[in-house]
């Protein structure tokens, strides 16, 4: 008769289990040492072995050479108790046998020496399953058994043992089998059957046993039923319902797309061809974790249950994304998966709950969507405030208490703006009292490319440029970089505060302008520059602090802010060059 791969290849000893070195070690010393307890509880996931250990344990106290940590295997003990034959080795399905009478009848034999072994062991599967009244009646019996018994209790639900019961007991949780450990199982199975398996499809199994041995060599076993001595991965991921990586990749490649259409079709093909909608879910909640892990670890990492192959593809998807998008995916499918576990419509909360993925990917960081605040270009869609008239707006606005925001990026002490030339649109910012007018594009121009302009400074020329042109704003933050000439490029290095406040468009025009010649403005991150180099213009050498606040509430970032945030106050205004 054909004997299943777990069964066959159930571990006889301490030395052939995987995954449970700390059971292992710690059994075998107390059987050499003579310190053996009267009570075990063995708790953890199914199919990690705590079954296949108790009957171990039960060998090497029955075996003929025993008691030992290493059973002979050959004696009639050790193979009456492999077998599940032995008078002396009673294993209980408490699910079956849970109630008082049971542990009455365990209580009567307790009395009685073994037949033939040294030892009379008791195992209880599933041991959660017993009664409360079933342990209070073999709770004096666990306490203070004879000398020749041992009780074995193996759940998976240690929480669920009465207090009473575990105090009495030595407890051994069972790890989860690591996924490296569980790909040499396989192979070593795999080989000895003489199945010619790839990693890729071992992978898909070793996935699908979730760290359970047992349920991995079962899917092994179903796998060579189905596939026969040829085990290819499409097949077996076709067998076991798992989703490839591909059709996993085309979510996040319509989330990188903004294709919401692309989404709504995906979950058509998975009803027109009988998926399982929660199955799905699940998975991608697993790929997005997946992606996480390998966007953090930056390498291969033994975090993700993948193959060297899938790991790669993991790592290449997961630059397209950053730390913050992949976490907000993970949350928003793990609510949809909670979701379809309830639902009356599965179909209507994926669609919308892979549509809300596509709208997250379009989620900007607040220091992109502060950058982008002072840019007419870059403003969000939606209402805004009315633009035909600016002089009634800009009215109203000085007539009421500001609105109390929190602390502007930059504010310095500036000169007013000039006004601006026609290929720069000058931003609105107020003047100071008694500023003179300033000096036209032209002429700015003209300086730039003089000799005389050419051997001033050239972050004082950029400075003054940007703040002849109305970029005030990016003026005040150049304070904070360095300038350098680079061939065609004009490099701005600085913090990164500073950096997005010099992202407008504007910019790249003035520092054409400055260079004398087409160039290319690049930023990069650093140090703040200090800004002593730089003169700044104003009427007493000094804003006071009302004019101060009036140019920061009249500068249009904060305009913008305002109007994004209505509820939103200016509490302090700070000069950041002091």
Wanted: charged share 25%; aromatic share 6%.
């Amino acid at each position: 008769m054909y004997q299943v791969i777990a069964r066959k290849y159930r571990p006889q000893n301490f030395s052939e289990l995987i995954g449970q070195e700390h059971v292992q070690k710690t059994l075998a010393n107390a059987i050499e040492s003579n310190r053996l307890a009267h009570g075990y509880i063995f708790s953890g996931q199914r199919g990690t072995g705590k079954t296949t250990v108790a009957r171990i344990l039960a060998r090497c106290l029955n075996c003929i050479q025993g008691p030992t940590a290493i059973p002979c295997g050959v004696c009639s003990s050790c193979l009456e108790i492999s077998s599940g034959s032995s008078v002396d080795v009673i294993e209980i399905d408490a699910a079956s046998n849970r109630g008082i009478n049971e542990m009455r009848e365990i209580r009567e034999n307790v009395r009685y020496r073994p037949a033939r072994d040294k030892y009379k062991v008791f195992i209880i599967d599933e041991a959660h399953q017993i009664t409360k009244e079933a342990f209070n009646a073999l709770l004096k019996t666990l306490e203070e058994p004879p000398e020749w018994v041992v009780f074995i209790l193996c759940t998976t639900e240690a929480s669920e043992i009465p207090n009473t019961i575990a105090s009495r007991c030595q407890h051994f949780s069972f790890r989860s089998v690591d996924f490296s450990e569980l790909m040499v199982r396989m192979k070593q199975i795999a080989q000895q059957e003489g199945i010619e398996a790839s990693d890729e499809a071992l992978s898909v199994i070793a996935q699908a046993g979730e760290g359970s041995v047992r349920d991995s060599l079962s899917a092994l076993d179903q796998a060579i039923a189905c596939c026969g001595s040829t085990l290819k991965v499409a097949d077996v991921r076709s067998l076991l319902g798992m989703f490839g990586a591909d059709s996993l990749r085309s979510v996040a490649d319509a989330v990188l797309n903004a294709d919401g259409g692309r989404m709504l079709e995906i979950v058509s093909d998975l009803e027109r061809h009988g998926q399982s909608l929660q199955h799905f879910c699940r998975e991608l909640s697993r790929y997005w974790r997946n992606l996480l892990v390998a966007k953090i670890a930056g390498r291969p990492t033994s975090l993700i249950a993948a193959s060297d192959g899938e790991q790669a593809a993991f790592l290449d998807t997961a630059k397209a994304f950053s730390e913050e998008d992949l976490t907000r995916f993970l949350n928003l499918t793990l609510g949809v998966y909670k979701e379809l576990q309830t639902s009356l419509q599965p179909r209507l909360h994926l669609e919308l709950g892979l549509v809300k993925l596509v709208q997250a990917g379009r989620l900007k960081s607040i220091e992109e969507a502060l950058a982008s605040l002072g840019s007419p270009d870059n403003a969000p869609a939606g209402p805004k405030a009315p633009v035909a008239e600016p002089v009634r707006e800009r009215t109203e606005a000085s007539a009421t208490p500001p609105p109390a925001v929190r602390p502007l990026p930059k504010l310095t002490t500036a000169a007013p703006p000039p006004s601006a030339p026609a290929a720069i649109p000058p931003r609105p910012i107020s003047e100071a009292p008694g500023a003179a007018p300033p000096p036209s594009a032209d002429v700015s121009q003209q300086q730039a490319a003089s000799p005389s302009a050419a051997d001033g400074d050239l972050k004082q020329r950029f400075y003054d440029a940007l703040s002849s042109a109305g970029l005030q704003f990016s003026a005040d933050a150049l304070m904070q970089c360095e300038v350098e000439l680079k061939g065609g490029e004009l490099v701005l290095k600085g913090p990164k505060g500073s950096l997005f406040s010099l992202r407008d468009p504007k910019v790249q025009t003035v520092g054409a302008q400055v260079a004398g010649k087409p160039v290319k403005v690049r930023f990069e991150a650093g140090e703040a520059a200090a800004s002593s180099g730089i003169v700044t213009k104003s009427t007493n050498g000094k804003d006071s602090d009302s004019a101060l606040r009036e140019r920061a509430l009249e500068h249009p970032g904060v305009k913008r802010f305002q109007e994004l945030f209505p509820d939103a106050q200016v509490r302090t205004v700070r000069n950041l060059n002091e």
